[in-house]
């Protein structure tokens, strides 16, 4: 059973800086990919950043390049989002999938398997 507990949420100013965390347990294929989507209020989940376990290539939504940047420790079995420069757009709920067998980092939601519950990042002042 394949288990995502993300956490780091909160508020903060635009301009800040806030780190999510993806603790994954249960994960038993060999390859997969790996990544953060966030739902903001009236629009449709969305693929912010993905990691490959394969190759470690990457994938990020063009709103967030050079500002947010993916990483992963492999001994702690987690994932981290370091997200700079925040603007109120970042505003959102921030969910881990994994969608298992993948290689390339497509970052797309449908083709995910499992997801965690999610952590709320608000961006305001």
């Known amino acids: 059973q394949v288990q995502l507990v993300e956490s780091g949420g909160g508020l903060v100013q635009p301009g800040g800086s806030l780190r999510l965390s993806c603790a994954a347990s249960?994960?038993?294929?060999?390859?997969?990919?790996i990544g953060w989507f966030r739902q903001s209020p009236g629009k449709e989940r969305e693929g912010v950043s993905c990691?490959?376990?394969?190759?470690?290539?990457?994938y990020y939504a063009d709103s967030v390049k050079g500002r947010f940047t993916i990483s992963r420790n492999n001994a702690k079995n987690t994932i981290y989002l370091q997200m700079n420069s925040l603007k109120p757009e970042d505003t959102g709920v921030y969910y881990c999938?994994?969608?298992?067998?993948?290689?390339?980092?497509?970052?797309?939601?449908?083709?995910?398997?499992?997801w965690g519950k999610g952590s709320l990042v608000t961006v305001s002042s």
């Open positions: 999938a994994v969608d298992e067998w993948a290689v390339q980092p497509k970052c797309a939601p449908d083709d995910m398997n499992y």
């Open positions: 249960g994960i038993t294929s060999p390859y997969y990919v």
């Open positions: 990691i490959s376990r394969s190759d470690s290539s990457t």
